[in-house]
């Protein structure tokens, strides 16, 4: 519930936003409409596949290639999602 209510707000939690989430019933999807209702559809793309890439950054070590590998794409189109993405390989943490 927290993270949901940390995704469903851009600025501060306050007390009444807490309350507002403990009185609704739990999304039947696995995002929660607030959210979704939110942001336009490629901002929230965009934001899955760039944390999608942080994360899998992590699991690989900071190994490009093998994220590359895994993704299916080659070293370069994955460095152009990044930089599209606002990523920066060098400032991610490596395992």
Do not use: N, W
Request: aromatic share 6%.
């Amino acid at each position: 519930m927290v993270l949901r209510l940390c995704l469903d707000r851009k600025e501060r939690v306050t007390a009444g936003d807490v309350k507002i989430l403990l009185r609704e019933r739990p999304p039947g999807g696995l995002f929660p409409p607030t959210l979704l209702r939110s942001r336009q559809l490629d901002q929230l793309f965009a934001e899955l596949e760039r944390e999608y890439l942080v994360l899998l950054h992590e699991d690989k070590g900071g190994d490009l290639k093998a994220m590359a590998d895994s993704l299916g794409v080659s070293e370069r189109a994955l460095y152009k999602r990044f930089k599209l993405l606002g990523i920066k390989p060098g400032g991610l943490k490596k395992k």
